[in-house]
């Protein structure tokens, strides 16, 4: 492609394409095959302050406060609603127009770091990725925080002004931070960058223009973050602390971080199994096009920003989902980015290899990749026959399920590890001399990219003939509901959106006793826990003969959630 006008305009008709395939039945509920976790009372909790205030002029009508956490997402949807109304549309209609920014400044950074060809193919995969479509179109703030990952990576690009560039790159990154708790993983980003770019240079004097970017970046990330503590975190310091402790992602303990390590190929396993093809082909590139990869932090070696900030984000992302994150898997459209982008350099390369005269691998790359497959395939293996409901496990083994498993799995990975790089230290001087036509190497890069193309399509499909409207249908059974009187649970942010009612969080240890304070008269509730006074914060300060004289008004299926809707008598006493 020659003619920049003709590479733009593909561009924007992908850009359009993606918004599209995030737009099409907006009001429909995410697959479940998607999150771990049913992702539909999440949406509901991100916009809850919003909400209040656009209905009722306050931000945090009980203790549930993201306009700290999620601070990005939150103004956007109050934003959204003032001109939308409150209603499902117009709270996913932040995370559209966000997905348009985002394809627009993913390609523009692809086609400044790897060239227009590989920019045009990586949106392409991007933008009809099945798993980035179904969760970039929800209500959630993995979206807010990719979009400015995006963005710290375009102005790091920012050739004619670095200096100014790296600066405000900080400040997207501290804006991503400050979008959701998870969007610290831009943070993790940075260092990963900071450290190949010194890598790069190692062992000669940094020159002045590098280092002064990266002073830049850190000062501007840090003045932002220091900014978001005392503009919104310390003056709402009693509510955030309460909400952080309900979504916090990270292990509170070093072993719970080990522990996650340990059995991250079930965290990152669903890379696999959401886009198999695309993993394939980023450890072939990785594996035959080894120089490549550590051409990023060879010395002397020039190396284009956005690649290195890719590659920086794709380390980063991979530590945050295996080992901090534990579950859920929208964590994983952080990934999906420097995937996709390297996916389709790689496929351009194999597009372009006409002969293979010494497979040249190096030892530490093929070791780094043959352990880890090794790793991920015992530890999958294992994990999957424990998991038989029928394996012959003995007592002794299920009493320390965890350390039996740690010490088998790290003997047989070493051991299958040994005996690989034995064989591949015999086996990496053997000379080739095989051509290959440009009819065989282009052949297989379309066949890998109509079989990534083809998996997702089949989902989009599968997710077309089964759409659900389940949430639609309780929030007009909510809106349906006589009175103005609040409604508390766990999901009423979500089902009380297009209604007038309020809506109340409840928690253990958050609003235990809403009733007599804010009038709730509605109750929705995870099916059964009516009767276990116990098990919910709200009913266990009630009088005991509450659940006989609440009044079922209707029961919703959501995802794998069954939610009753009760109606409570007069506000009973508190014990």
């Known amino acids: 492609m020659n003619s920049r006008a003709a590479v733009v305009a593909a561009g924007i008709a992908l850009a359009l394409l993606a918004t599209g395939l995030r737009t099409v039945h907006l009001g429909a509920d995410p697959p479940y095959s998607i999150e771990v976790h049913s992702p539909f009372s999440i949406e509901g909790q991100i916009v809850h302050n919003a909400r209040s205030h656009a209905l009722f002029g306050r931000w945090t009508p009980d203790s549930w406060d993201l306009t700290a956490l999620s601070a990005v997402p939150t103004f956007l949807s109050a934003a959204s609603f003032s001109i939308l109304g409150t209603s499902l549309a117009g709270a996913r209609a932040p995370a559209i127009v966000l997905s348009l920014l985002s394809m627009l400044l993913f390609f523009s950074i692809l086609t400044r770091g790897f060239g227009s060809r590989t920019a045009v193919l990586g949106t392409l995969l991007l933008a009809t990725n099945y798993a980035a479509a179904m969760i970039m179109r929800l209500a959630l703030p993995a979206t807010a925080v990719m979009t400015l990952m995006l963005l710290a990576v375009w102005f790091w690009g920012w050739r004619s002004r670095p200096i100014a560039g790296a600066a405000l790159a900080g400040i997207a990154s501290a804006a991503a931070a400050a979008s959701d708790t998870t969007g610290f993983v831009v943070v993790l980003a940075g260092a990963v960058l900071s450290l190949l770019l010194r890598l790069h240079a190692w062992k000669m004097t940094w020159l002045r223009e590098a280092r002064s970017r990266v002073r830049a970046y850190w000062t501007c990330l840090g003045a932002g973050l220091a900014l978001w503590v005392f503009a919104l975190v310390i003056p709402h310091w009693t509510t955030t602390a309460a909400t952080f402790r309900y979504t916090n992602p990270f292990p509170d303990h070093l072993r719970e971080i080990l522990r996650a390590g340990f059995f991250s190929p079930h965290e990152l396993g669903g890379l696999f199994r959401l886009f198999p093809v695309t993993v394939l082909v980023i450890a072939v590139y990785s594996l035959f096009f080894s120089r490549e990869v550590m051409r990023l932090i060879a010395r002397h070696r020039p190396v284009a920003g956005e690649k290195l900030w890719l590659f920086a984000?794709?380390?980063?992302?991979?530590?945050?989902?295996?080992?901090?994150?534990?579950?859920?898997?929208?964590?994983?459209?952080?990934?999906?980015?420097?995937?996709?982008?390297?996916?389709?350099?790689?496929?351009?390369?194999?597009?372009?290899?006409?002969?293979?005269?010494?497979?040249?691998?190096g030892l530490p790359v093929f070791f780094f990749w043959e352990t880890t497959?090794?790793?991920?395939?015992?530890?999958?293996?294992?994990?999957?026959?424990?998991?038989?409901?029928?394996?012959?496990?003995?007592?002794?083994?299920?009493?320390?399920?965890?350390?039996?498993?740690?010490?088998?799995?790290?003997?047989?990975?070493l051991g299958i590890s040994f005996v690989a790089v034995l064989a591949y230290r015999r086996w990496r001087h053997a000379r080739f001399d095989i051509p290959i036509p440009r009819a065989v190497s282009v052949t297989v890069v379309v066949a890998a990219v109509a079989?990534?193309?083809?998996?997702?399509?089949?989902?989009?499909?599968?997710?077309?003939?089964?759409?659900?409207?389940?949430?639609?249908?309780?929030q007009a059974a909510v809106a349906a509901l006589p009175g103005t009187e609040a409604v508390a649970g766990t999901w009423a942010p979500l089902l009380c959106l297009p209604s007038r009612h309020p809506a109340i969080m409840v928690r253990e240890g958050m609003n235990e006793a809403p009733m007599e304070k804010l009038g709730v008269r509605y109750l929705l509730l995870e099916k059964g826990t009516l009767e276990d006074l116990r098990s919910n914060a709200l009913l266990a300060r009630l009088n005991a003969d509450l659940p006989r004289r609440a009044v079922l008004r209707g029961t919703f299926v959501l995802g794998a959630h069954e939610v009753e809707l009760f109606e409570l008598p007069a506000p009973a006493p508190m014990r």
């Open 313 to 361: 984000w794709l380390l980063a992302g991979l530590l945050f989902v295996g080992v901090l994150q534990s579950r859920p898997m929208r964590t994983l459209l952080f990934l999906i980015p420097p995937m996709v982008a390297f996916a389709a350099d790689g496929l351009l390369k194999l597009a372009s290899l006409r002969r293979i005269e010494r497979i040249e691998i």
């Open 451 to 474: 079989a990534i193309l083809a998996i997702d399509l089949a989902q989009y499909e599968r997710w077309r003939r089964h759409p659900h409207d389940s949430v639609l249908e309780a």
């Open 373 to 413: 497959v090794v790793w991920f395939g015992v530890q999958w293996a294992f994990r999957a026959w424990l998991l038989m409901p029928k394996a012959p496990v003995p007592a002794f083994f299920r009493a320390h399920a965890n350390r039996w498993e740690f010490a088998v799995v790290t003997l047989l990975s």
